[in-house]
């Protein structure tokens, strides 16, 4: 294999590969042919795009091999970087509209570089050495590694090795000298199909029962035993209809799968936990801390919704109105919030013991927590000022060709000079983003991504100081002396 350096050799080096994927029952041969699967690889595919377009922002020097990598690839050395990685992820979201995919395997083998070293400084194991060996060899060629955390969890109110079914979170069923053989399933993984590799990881906090549950380890996607089963979305068929308009992202779309593994084997040197359970709960929140941040790739996606909230308001002839104009600058405020709580939290960020960087957990779960509720908020406003048609317009096939296709030319009109054609378009983007495929994206994957609404303010709560509060209180209202 070569290195991957560019838009076309990522999509050639994704081509032809044996992985078993079914999608509505259908085993598919060729994702990168399929209508569905493809505005997802594009979507990543858009990510060493940027890197050749604006280097400066998503490509970085490699610490192992001295030479250009994806800053997706990258281990985040000072606030700058991770700074930059949150730029990096609002333009992505900016220049596609939906999930680009990439962010999970970042912040994963981020996570993974400080735990590794901690693991291996009180076990004595050889972890954090055979995590970099791995990223070594990543940035050698310049991949895409998926993180595989998210178990399908059975009965929430136990633990693993509580469950009935002992398979509901991903689990060594065999050790061999030469390493160990999972079994278990992963679900709604985020561009596993369009990556090379995967970091399988716990989910959750282990307790010394569950030892069995503490792997970590990375699998190539083609590896035997693993089957993906292609995650439906809202409308996704329309990317196998005739016509164009239809699908109202021309371009784009995110991709979740439900992973099953099947015996899979992993070799020694590529597993980087290993019954160390007592680590699983710091690895996790490790993860979320980065990741929860990352999710300001939602304020690019939201630059598209309002750009497409003010056009269809200019199309439709109310640009003016003062009440609309307001209604804009409340998206723009409630979308900057979101970006100004993830950047802060990464230029708060502060070294870890192996040397790499990590954000600012308290500011990350308070910009996750704005995500999963000023999202739903923009989409409100969008198609507010969209108005009823974003719910009820007729097919593009009618539009563009069907027998009463004048009539709708005619009736769909909205300002003079513009054509009706560019505002059914808009329409159908606003459709596309709140209703339609991408609204997986930006609303659900909001809500859901990276941990739900809940966890978030079990962590704020958690990293809040009330006593400290409390003895400011104290202190200016005279129950306590002033020092
Ligand atoms: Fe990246 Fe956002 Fe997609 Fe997560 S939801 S992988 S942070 S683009
Ligand atoms: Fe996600």
Same mark, same amino acid.
């Given at each position: &294999?070569?290195?991957?350096?560019?838009?076309?050799?990522?999509?050639?080096?994704?081509?032809?590969?044996?992985?078993?994927?079914?999608?509505?029952?259908?085993?598919?041969?060729?994702?990168?042919?399929?209508?569905?699967?493809?505005?997802?690889?594009?979507?990543?595919?858009e990510t060493?795009?940027l890197a050749?377009s604006e280097p400066e922002l998503a490509s970085a020097k490699s610490p192992?091999?001295?030479?250009s990598i994806n800053r997706f690839l990258h281990i985040a050395e000072s606030n700058e970087d991770l700074f930059l990685q949150n730029k990096m992820q609002r333009k992505l979201g900016q220049l596609?509209?939906?999930?680009f995919?990439r962010c999970v395997g970042m912040d994963a083998f981020n996570a993974?570089h400080s735990? @590794?070293?901690?693991?291996?400084?009180?076990?004595?194991?050889?972890?954090?050495?055979?995590?970099?060996?791995?990223?070594?060899? !990543?940035?050698?060629?310049?991949?895409?590694?998926?993180?595989?955390? /998210?178990?399908?969890?059975?009965?929430?109110?136990?633990?693993?090795?509580?469950?009935?079914? *002992?398979?509901?979170?991903?689990?060594?069923?065999?050790? @061999?000298?030469?390493?160990?053989?999972?079994?278990?399933?992963? $679900?709604?993984? @985020?561009?596993?199909?369009?990556?090379?590799?995967?970091?399988?990881?716990?989910?959750?906090?282990?307790?010394?029962?569950?030892?069995?549950?503490?792997?970590?380890?990375?699998?190539?996607?083609?590896?035997?035993?693993? /089957?993906?089963?292609?995650?439906?979305?809202?409308?996704?068929?329309?990317?196998?209809?005739?016509?164009?308009?239809?699908? =109202?992202?021309?371009?784009?779309?995110?991709?979740?799968? &439900?992973?099953?593994?099947?015996?899979?084997?992993?070799? +020694? #040197?590529?597993?980087?936990?290993?019954?160390?359970?007592?680590?699983?709960? !710091?690895?996790?929140?490790r993860f979320t801390t980065y990741h929860r941040r990352s999710y300001v790739c939602k304020s690019g996606v939201g630059d598209?919704?309002? =750009?497409?909230?003010?056009?269809?308001?200019?199309?439709?002839?109310?640009?003016?109105?003062?009440?609309?104009?307001?209604?804009?600058?409340?998206?723009?405020?409630?979308n900057e919030t979101i970006y100004a709580t993830g950047i802060a939290s990464s230029l708060q960020g502060s070294s870890t013991?192996s040397g790499n960087f990590i954000n600012d957990d308290l500011l990350a779960n308070v910009c996750k927590q704005h995500v999963?509720?000023e999202?739903?908020?923009?989409?409100?406003?969008?198609?507010?000022?969209? =108005?009823?048609?974003?719910?009820? !317009?007729?097919?593009?096939?009618?539009? #563009?060709?069907?027998?009463?296709? *004048?009539?709708?030319?005619?009736?769909?009109? =909205?300002?003079?000079?513009?054509?009706? *054609?560019?505002?059914?378009?808009?329409?159908?983007?606003?459709?596309? &983003?709140?209703?339609?495929?991408?609204?997986?994206?930006?609303?659900?994957?909001?809500?859901?991504?990276a941990?739900?609404?809940? $966890?978030?303010?079990?962590?704020?709560?958690?990293k809040? +100081?009330?006593?400290?509060?409390?003895?400011?209180?104290?202190?200016?209202?005279?129950?306590?002396?002033?020092?």
């Amino acid at each position: &294999m070569n290195k991957i350096t560019d838009k076309n050799s990522y999509l050639d080096s994704i081509k032809n590969r044996n992985l078993k994927i079914y999608l509505m029952g259908e085993l598919i041969k060729e994702p990168l042919d399929h209508p569905i699967i493809r505005p997802s690889v594009e979507a990543m595919a858009e990510t060493y795009e940027l890197a050749v377009s604006e280097p400066e922002l998503a490509s970085a020097k490699s610490p192992y091999t001295g030479e250009s990598i994806n800053r997706f690839l990258h281990i985040a050395e000072s606030n700058e970087d991770l700074f930059l990685q949150n730029k990096m992820q609002r333009k992505l979201g900016q220049l596609t509209g939906t999930c680009f995919q990439r962010c999970v395997g970042m912040d994963a083998f981020n996570a993974l570089h400080s735990v @590794t070293f901690e693991i291996d400084e009180k076990h004595n194991t050889e972890y954090h050495k055979n995590f970099i060996n791995f990223l070594t060899e !990543m940035h050698k060629y310049n991949l895409v590694i998926g993180g595989a955390m /998210t178990d399908v969890k059975g009965d929430r109110s136990k633990l693993p090795h509580e469950q009935e079914d *002992e398979d509901v979170y991903l689990r060594i069923v065999k050790r @061999t000298q030469d390493g160990v053989y999972v079994k278990g399933a992963k $679900a709604h993984q @985020t561009g596993c199909i369009n990556s090379h590799w995967m970091v399988v990881m716990p989910t959750l906090r282990l307790s010394d029962k569950d030892k069995d549950y503490a792997i970590v380890g990375a699998i190539p996607v083609d590896a035997e035993g693993i /089957t993906y089963i292609y995650g439906r979305q809202s409308c996704d068929t329309r990317s196998m209809e005739p016509g164009e308009y239809d699908v =109202g992202n021309k371009y784009f779309a995110g991709q979740e799968a &439900m992973v099953i593994f099947d015996n899979v084997f992993i070799p +020694n #040197n590529y597993i980087f936990m290993n019954g160390e359970y007592e680590f699983a709960s !710091m690895l996790v929140e490790r993860f979320t801390t980065y990741h929860r941040r990352s999710y300001v790739c939602k304020s690019g996606v939201g630059d598209v919704l309002i =750009g497409a909230a003010a056009t269809i308001a200019e199309y439709n002839g109310v640009e003016e109105a003062s009440h609309i104009k307001d209604k804009l600058v409340e998206m723009n405020k409630l979308n900057e919030t979101i970006y100004a709580t993830g950047i802060a939290s990464s230029l708060q960020g502060s070294s870890t013991k192996s040397g790499n960087f990590i954000n600012d957990d308290l500011l990350a779960n308070v910009c996750k927590q704005h995500v999963t509720k000023e999202t739903y908020e923009i989409g409100r406003i969008a198609q507010d000022l969209a =108005g009823g048609l974003v719910g009820s !317009m007729p097919s593009g096939i009618d539009f #563009n060709e069907g027998t009463m296709s *004048e009539d709708l030319k005619k009736y769909l009109k =909205g300002k003079k000079d513009i054509n009706s *054609e560019d505002r059914v378009k808009i329409l159908r983007l606003i459709e596309n &983003m709140t209703l339609g495929r991408n609204a997986v994206a930006y609303l659900t994957e909001s809500l859901h991504g990276a941990g739900s609404p809940q $966890a978030q303010r079990v962590q704020i709560r958690r990293k809040v +100081n009330i006593e400290e509060k409390k003895d400011f209180a104290k202190k200016l209202s005279g129950i306590i002396e002033r020092e």
